[in-house]
C-alpha cells in the first residue's frame, strides 16, 4: 500500500460516521439523478470509500491553505497533481493592501526557482554538444579567473565562489541603475568576489553560481538568454506566460502581482532585480506544470541526462543533496526532487516525486508565516 493511500485511511477513519453517511448518500443520490435508465449496482462500502477519498484528497488540501491563510501565514496560488487529479486555487490578493484578487493564472517572481529552470538551459546546451559539463567554465569564458571552476561545479554549488550579493552593495556606485548580468561577470572576472573555498571541496549554494551561467549561455549559443530560453525551453513547452525581468523597461512594481514585506507593505524594485538566473524568473503554476510534464516526458533532454541532474551528487545539508540545479530528499519509500525560492517578497515551492507521477507547485507573494513544510503539505495528496 502506498503512503498515500495510508494517509487517505487514516483520514477517512478520523471522519465522523455521519460526514461518511452523508457523502455516501450523495454518491448514491448522483448515481441515481443519471440519465441512463438502466438498474444501478449500489456501491459497495469500498466503493464508497473510493469516491470519499477523492473528495477528502481536494478537501482537506484546500482546508489546509484556507487555514494558513485564515492565520496570515499564505497568500498565493497552489497546483497540487497526483497521477490524474489536479487541484489548482487561488487565495488571497495579488497586492495586499489592495482589493484584488489573485488569479490561477497570475505571474509570480520564482526567486530560487529560477536556478533548476537555468540549469535546464545548460543542460539544452550538453544535449546540443556544444557544452561539455566537466569541461573547465574558462573554455567558454576565456576570461574568467579561475582554471579549476567547471561547468558542473557551477551547477552543483562546489566552485567554492563567494556569494556576489555580499560584494556589490559597496563595489555598485549607483544604488538607483539595476546591475546586470554582465555587471556581475566584469566584478567576477576581476577578481572583487571572494573565494570561500578551492573548487570541487564541498557544496556551498551560492547565488553566484547561477549568475555566470547566463553569461556563458550568451557567449556559447550567441543569443541573449532570455532568447535562447525561450527558443529552446519555453515555446517548446508552450510556456506562455514565462519570462524573465526586464527591470529596465518593465520593473517589478509594474507587475499585476507584487511581493511583500511581512508587515504587509509591498516591495520595491531593487538594483539587483535585473540579474537573472539565480532569480528574476516570471512563471505561473500552470506553466510550471507544463514544464513538470516535460521533465517526465524528457521532451526536451534525453531521460539519462535528466536522471543525472537529479541524482545526489553532492551531499548538502540536512540529509539533503543536491544535484545539477536541483534540491534531493531521501525519503523511506520515495525520492523527492525539489527547489525553493526567495527574493523580494516572494517564495517559491517545486516539489516532485522521484517515485511517482506526483508534484506541488505553490507560488506566494508574502513571506509572513515562514516557508510552508513540505512534510505537512505532501500527504496532502
Known sequence: MRRSEVTYTAILKILAPKIRGFLFVIIVLLLGCSSDNAPKKEPTIAEAEQEVTI?????????????????????????????????RFAI??????????????????LASLSKPITALGILRLVELGKVVL????????FDFPDKEITVRSLLDHTSGMGNYIYVTDSLWNNPDSFMSNDDVYDIIRCEQV??????????????????????LIERVSGLS?????????????QMDSTHYLNAWDRPSDEYRVLGHYPNGDPK?????????????????????FKLYKGLRKAEIWSASLLKEAMRP?????NGQFYGLGWRIRPMESDTLIFHNGWWRGFRSYFWMSGAEDKVAIVLTNSIRGGYLRQGEIWPLF
Open 268 to 288: 520595491r524594485p531593487f538594483y539587483l532585480d535585473a540579474v537573472l538566473g539565480d532569480k528574476s524568473l516570471y512563471s505561473s503554476v500552470g506553466d510550471l
Open 134 to 141: 566537466d569541461d573547465p567554465v574558462r573554455e567558454y569564458l
Open 225 to 237: 538568454f532570455q532568447t535562447f530560453m525561450e527558443r529552446e525551453i519555453f515555446d517548446p513547452l
Open 92 to 109: 488571497g490578493k495579488t497586492r495586499l493592501r489592495e482589493n484584488d484578487t489573485l488569479r490561477i493564472g497570475d505571474v509570480f517572481q
Open 55 to 87: 473528495q477528502v484528497d481536494r478537501f482537506v488540501a484546500r482546508a489546509y491553505f484556507d487555514s494558513l491563510s485564515a492565520n496570515g501565514r499564505f497568500n498565493g496560488v497552489v497546483l497540487l497533481s497526483s497521477n490524474d487529479s489536479i487541484s
Open 313 to 317: 551528487s553532492i551531499r548538502s545539508d
Open 194 to 215: 571572494p573565494t570561500y573555498h578551492p573548487p570541487h571541496e564541498r557544496f556551498d549554494y551560492c547565488n553566484t553560481n547561477y549568475a555566470v551561467l547566463p553569461v
